[in-house]
């Protein structure tokens, strides 16, 4: 879901606001990771430099290396980065062609299939099938597969196509609570499994970083958003914590934003 903002910046609160109905299920803010629940509207505030992207439970995102995608040009990358967004299972098929001709009429195609078994039994299974070689498509790639929004696991197995075991680098990040794994020199043709013998857990969302983030920017007195940090840092329900905000006197596109990730 890709909802464009409109509407003018907020002077107080230095945020655009859009109301986006988001259906049932789970959702990931594409952005900052911040997780969501469907089946009703939002308003979502964002800074100039954002327009809120959520990406579903279950959705696999194939994107191009950090490095290849500020390049210019129809050249297919040599590192692919994929984020996969558990909670639920999924498939996507990377398409690919030279960019250039009319030979995909003639077959000259390549397809990269994503699965994702959030649950295979207790354990959470990813695979990814790249197509055939083709002479546009690089003879080897580096694959990493991002699993946002998680706990760390470490009861990963990779293997390829004959069942070999192959050794990735697992990284897992706090702050993001995005959990890394890289593959390197995987020849086209071939296919991997991601399992993880203990399933994949989704982490709790942390709203602190992010309502720090809102106040840091908004145009308020330092009074208030000393008493706002200290409610919020309290360590208590959130309701409670909502209960005291509302009793203050601060800017209602404030108080909304903030309300956006309480109640995620």
Known sequence: IVA??????????????????????????????????????????????????LAKAGAIVPM??????R?????LPETLEIRVYGGADGAFNLYEDDGETMAYEAGEISTTSFS??????????FTLSTGKPQRFIPKKREYTIRFMG???????????EIG????????YDEC?????VTISDVPAGSSLTFLFRDSLVLSENDPLP???????????????KDRISAILSDDKDVKLAISDLLALDMPHAVYQSLMEVLLA
Do not use: H
Not at 26 to 53: A, E, H
Not at 64 to 69: D, K, L, P, Q, Y
């Open 4 to 53: 464009p903002i409109t509407q003018p910046l907020d002077p107080e609160a230095k945020l655009s606001c859009v109301t986006v109905w988001l259906p049932e299920g789970t959702y990931f803010d594409f952005f900052n990771g911040l997780r969501l629940k469907g089946g009703r509207s939002l308003p979502m505030w964002r800074p100039l430099s954002q327009i809120p992207v």
């Open 64 to 69: 191009a290396g950090e490095m290849e995608s």
């Open 71 to 75: 390049q210019n040009g129809v050249k």
């Open 116 to 125: 994702l078994q959030w649950r295979d039994g207790n354990a959470t299974r």
């Open 150 to 160: 998680v706990e760390a696991n470490a009861s990963l197995l990779v293997t390829n």
């Open 164 to 171: 070999k075991e192959l050794v990735p680098i697992v990284c």
């Open 176 to 180: 993001t609570r995005r959990l890394s």
């Open 210 to 224: 992010r309502c720090t983030e809102i106040l840091q920017n908004a145009q308020i007195a330092y009074e208030l």
